[in-house]
């Protein structure tokens, strides 16, 4: 059953960070919803039956927002399990964050922000009586909430989207990679004449490109150094992660190496995505010749 989750609390205490961090877990989010449009937003035609989590944040702005009527509400949507999501924070720390951003509190327009701080906490006070979870973000950081929602409310199996990419350096770097690692080091399986017509797919060049003195050891330490990044990213909370392997043209040591590092990365439990950029490309002796200087003619 899709869960139904109420975002609501003090203004300031983090309600639009929250609906992005649960819109990047693939939630389905909309912010300052009136009350009288929740049922037709959950059940809308165009969602996916029963396969879709809803966000709806509302707090004082919201039109038709009844602290004492919205669990009621939110309870009443038939196929969903509803919950209630607090966010709270000292009205010190809520003071301080209107100061920084110098926006007016929804409550005191014309007023000091802790005037509409004290009268939007007795306001919501049956709303956070009748919370799920209270969260308080007094000392959270973006990321710090973010994590907290992902543990709180991320799907189990939810795990980091890695994509390996071998490219071509003098057909443009890979525009779509966190890291980029140089294949140019080794030799040129191009310039071996059985070896042109195949490619870093073909065992004959994947054996080539292995046997290479230097790069046994690139790869296990590229393997552990990615080990050791790939959790932390997902950790920051950055859900995609492009490692990108360049060689001259694209087609032999990089492609090699992509395929060997997914093997790798399979091994220690990651899911790779592999993509060849530049694979499906004719060989061409002009394009390896423009990087002759990098590798050096012993290379060839």
């Not at 139904?4 to 649960?22: E, F, P």
């Not at 819109?23 to 929740?38: A, C, F, K, Q, R």
């Not at 038709?64 to 509803?82: E, I, K, M």
Request: glycine letters at 8%; charged letters at 30%.
């Amino acid at each position: 059953m899709p869960r139904l989750l109420l975002v609501t609390g003090m203004s300031g205490a983090g309600k639009s960070s929250a609906l992005n961090a649960l819109e990047d877990m693939g939630w389905d989010t909309v912010d300052n919803l009136p009350t009288s449009l929740l049922h037709d937003f959950v059940h809308r035609s165009d969602r996916t039956a029963g396969s879709i989590h809803v966000a709806v944040g509302m707090d004082a702005r919201s039109r038709g927002f009844d602290p004492h009527a919205l669990p009621s509400l939110v309870d009443s949507v038939s196929g969903a399990r509803a919950e209630i999501l607090y966010l709270d924070a000292t009205g010190a720390e809520l003071a301080r964050r209107y100061g920084e951003t110098r926006r007016r509190h929804p409550l005191a327009p014309d007023r000091p922000a802790e005037d509409g701080i004290a009268r939007e906490r007795n306001l919501t006070a049956a709303l956070r009586l009748a919370a799920d979870a209270v969260l308080d973000t007094t000392d959270f950081k973006p990321a710090d909430l973010r994590d907290e929602l992902r543990r709180r409310y991320g799907e189990e199996g939810d795990e980091l989207v890695l994509t390996l990419t071998s490219f071509g350096f003098a057909r443009g770097i890979s525009r779509t990679a966190d890291l980029v690692f140089d294949l140019r080091f080794l030799p040129n399986p191009h310039w071996v004449e059985e070896l042109r017509p195949l490619t870093g797919a073909d065992a004959p060049v994947a054996d080539f490109v292995s046997a290479q003195d230097g790069s046994e050891e690139f790869m296990g330490r590229t393997e552990e150094l990615l080990a050791f990044l790939l959790p932390r990213y997902w950790e920051a909370g950055k859900a995609y992660v492009g490692v990108a392997f360049g060689c001259t043209g694209g087609r032999h040591r990089s492609v090699a190496a992509a395929l060997a590092m997914g093997e790798r990365l399979r091994a220690r439990g990651f899911s790779p995505n592999i993509r060849h950029r530049d694979l499906a490309l004719r060989p061409d002796d002009s394009l390896e010749l423009g990087q002759s200087r990098i590798e050096g003619p012993e290379k060839r």
